[in-house]
């Protein structure tokens, strides 16, 4: 008999905390600060921080960063409001960086 298996997961690099699911992976094509970066279309166990207007590649946005609440680890962003209309499908959609999670269940 097949061993059970979980939810393939993407973890916190520092600590393992579980951080999303693969299933929630919208695009792998993002950028981040410090390299390639995920958007999902949810993330668990972060604290988020508070908003601020960053400009970014794709224009004006107001984000807030993202946390690992275990650890506290900077994982990546929130977005919370794109000005421009083509952006406007990122909003409440998480960016985390490939550098900052590891995968599990794989």
Known sequence: MAEMIGPRLYSCCNCRNQIALHDDVISKSFQGRNGRA??????????????????????LHTVADVYCCDCHEVLGWKYERAYEVAQKYKEGKFILEKSKIVKENW
Not at 39 to 50: C, D, E, R, Y
């Open 38 to 59: 995920f958007l999902f279309s949810h993330a668990m166990n972060i604290v988020i921080g508070p908003k601020e207007d960053r400009q970014l590649m794709t224009g």
